[in-house]
């Protein structure tokens, strides 16, 4: 627990001296300049006293609502089925009423209605620093690292434990610190500056269009712009930190550790003999299922007797791919025996959370076995799993017996699925063992998979800074092994790139047998293989199409000029 908190008020400090809290800056500087009634009696004495608080009362009303909003904001969200930005939206509203409300006295006092019976929770900046606190709580959105990361998945799974709160609550505090300093600062400028002390009404004003300027900003993501031009000046410590083994074992970024899922570490990945390593978590935060009777939800407890195998999967993965016509395999051949499969779609993409493609794409893959749709990664983050593919074996008493994380290890896998179904039933019989092509590459041997996308973009090798937005591009002088880099005109999003210019390339050093590449829209693109000239048309939704193949893995260079109106997603290589 003392290691979380520490964790947590590290990662919150970082944050809150980090560019990403320059947006609230000017609110929490303002809400302490704002000064009360002269102590020129008993009255004026109190409010005072009430004035010399603000600052603290602020912060800590910050800390309190954001706790609560990240924790069972995001719960409720998962429960309700609501858009993921609706969070993003209510506190652009909030802060736009409450910058209506200082710059207008009378719409204050309507907000303030809802309130009169509960002293002290106004939430003007000449009011209670509390109430203000709390609604800048709901607005205050910190840099996503790894912290703030494992909070919000808690949340929006439901996993919220003493540990999560404590984590929560640190990082909080640790985040507010500098934020109460920079409050504290402009208490005094409004103490020290006549100004201020003469020119109340002019602050709130101030104040009030402050705050309707950050909700407009938010709304065009301004405040992103503003990170972005703004170097950050703490990177070097947060990667130190976030990738150390401690914070690692502890946050264990697939997602919290809690008593349901705790003790999947008790197996190894791939273990040669059957493991027994706690009961199976439950499939949670389920948006939609397919390949049920009548597309109804399925649960482990009403499989007991039966051997599970719960498979993490993504449609366009080309890892997922290769795996999947084992796991097909399996079902047909065991099915009868008592095996089930659950297949648990886990997107990369927001593409990949269109349930038409996914259906789509199980169908290409042969996939009978019931499908759920994981869109909010619920179910996992509660196998706490951070690979596509992954497959847990469950016995018929619901407990986890074998993992296995990524490709490969499948004769293995079925060795264990055979050993169960005849522990769940010693008169059963069994068919002969398939035969599936292990198609698994070398380790280290192919080009790992290429994002190009501007947050997960993986090995590119251009001179120019890859981030989200329009510019031109060229090709390096030279481009090194397994790296890729743009020519021309391009706008990069957040998944995809796209050109805006006649001649807009992608260069990649590749070695694989196999080169794929995730597109989608409506144009064609033009291959330079080796010399080699290759048209390729898209059409529709994000498809992998193949752009090179040879009978074993080979080094090469591929030149990909994309035309206007394709998407641009990923290289994958097998």
Not at 365 to 371: A, H
Not at 428 to 433: E, H, K, Y
Request: aromatic share 8%; glycine share 10%; hydrophobic share 40%.
């Amino acid at each position: 627990m003392f290691t979380l908190a520490l964790i947590g008020l590290l990662g919150g400090l970082i944050t809150g001296i980090s560019p990403c809290i320059l947006p609230v800056l000017p609110v929490i500087f303002l809400s302490g300049g704002v000064q009360g009634a002269r102590p020129t009696d008993e009255k004026g004495k109190v409010l005072a006293r009430a004035q010399s608080l603000r600052p603290y009362l602020v912060i800590a009303g910050l800390v309190v609502s954001f706790s609560l909003f990240t924790l069972l904001g995001s719960l409720l969200l998962a429960l309700l089925n609501l858009p993921q930005d609706f969070l993003r939206w209510a506190g652009i509203v909030v802060l736009v009423l409450i910058g209506v409300g200082l710059i207008v006295p009378k719409f204050q006092h309507i907000l303030e209605k809802p309130f009169s019976k509960i002293p002290q929770k106004n939430v003007g900046t000449d009011r209670s620093g509390f109430g203000l606190g709390i609604a800048l709580g709901a607005v205050y959105v910190p840099c996503a690292g790894p912290v703030l990361a494992a909070i919000t998945v808690a949340g929006s799974t439901g996993q919220i434990g003493a540990d999560t709160v404590v984590l929560t609550l640190s990082f909080a505090i640790g985040a507010a610190i500098p934020l109460l300093v920079f409050a504290l600062a402009g208490r005094r400028v409004g103490e020290r500056v006549k100004t201020f002390r003469k020119h109340q009404s002019a602050i709130r004003l101030t104040g009030g269009i402050v705050m309707i300027a950050l909700a407009i900003g938010l709304v065009f993501n301004v405040p992103q712009l503003l990170q972005r031009l703004v170097p950050d000046y703490t990177s070097a410590i947060q990667n130190q930190i976030n990738e150390s083994d401690e914070v690692q074992e502890a946050l264990n970024l697939g997602g919290i550790v809690t008593d349901e899922n705790r003790d999947l570490d008790k197996c190894s990945n791939g273990g040669a003999e059957l493991e027994s390593c706690g009961t199976a978590p439950e499939l949670t935060g389920i948006t939609e299922w397919f390949n049920t009777t009548d597309n109804a939800a399925v649960s482990l407890d009403q499989l007991r007797g039966k051997v599970v195998l719960v498979d993490f999967w993504a449609y366009s993965c080309i890892n997922c791919q290769r795996s999947l016509p084992h796991v097909t395999a399996w079902y047909d051949a065991y099915r009868d025996a008592g095996l089930e499969v659950i297949g648990v779609h886990a997107p990369e993409y927001a593409f990949e959370k269109e349930v038409n493609n996914v259906q789509a794409g199980a169908k290409n893959f042969g996939i009978d076995y019931p499908v759920a749709i994981d869109n909010n990664l619920s179910t996992w983050t509660n196998y706490r799993n951070r690979y596509w593919p992954a497959s847990y074996l469950i016995d018929a008493d619901g407990t986890v017996r074998h993992i296995k994380l990524g490709e490969g290890g499948y004769e293995t896998t079925e060795k264990h699925i055979r050993e169960l179904l005849t522990k769940a039933d010693p008169d059963v019989t069994l068919p002969t063992a398939t035969d599936v092509a292990d198609d698994t590459p070398d380790s280290g041997a192919t080009t790992p998979e290429t994002y190009l996308g501007s947050t997960k973009k993986v090995n590119f090798a251009g001179e120019e800074k890859y981030t989200k937005g329009q510019r031109e591009y060229r090709f390096p002088d030279k481009l090194p092994k397994d790296a890729f880099a743009l020519s021309g005109e391009w706008d990069v999003g957040t998944q995809a790139v796209t050109p805006t210019g006649a001649d807009a390339s992608v260069r990649l050093n590749y070695t694989a047998s196999e080169v794929r590449m995730v597109l989608a829209g409506e144009g064609s693109v033009t291959l330079d293989v080796n010399g080699k000239t290759k048209v390729i048309e898209v059409t529709g939704t994000p498809t992998s199409y193949l752009l090179v193949e040879t009978k074993g893995i080979e080094a090469g260079t591929l030149d990909v000029k994309v035309g206007a109106g394709v998407e641009a997603f990923s290289f994958t290589f097998g």
